[in-house]
């Protein structure tokens, strides 16, 4: 038989981890984001919501439209009864 504190810890949740905070660091306060280390470029700055974003040059030269066909070729329809077949009698 399974003593009492067995099956507790059976019927415990599982613990998850991802609620515990980031490690602390000294030199980096909460909410800021996390320190670059030295040599690391900055990161670039958004475009000016005034200056249009130039369109790159395509790798190719764009190919014209294509035309879609008729639904059905030009010409003349006739359209046939669907009453009796008098050629069959």
């Given at each position: ?10 019927t415990q949740a599982p613990r998850l981890d991802g ?71």
């Amino acid at each position: 038989m399974p003593s009492l504190n067995h099956i507790r810890w059976l019927t415990q949740a599982p613990r998850l981890d991802g609620h515990l905070p980031e490690p602390y660091d000294p030199g980096n306060p909460p909410g800021k984001p996390p320190r670059t280390p030295p040599g690391t470029p900055p990161p670039k700055s958004p475009p000016d919501e005034d200056e249009p974003t130039p369109m790159p040059p395509p790798d190719r030269p764009l190919d014209p439209p294509v035309e879609e066909p008729p639904l059905r070729p030009p010409g003349k329809y006739v359209e046939r009864s669907r009453g009796v077949n008098r050629a069959a009698c």
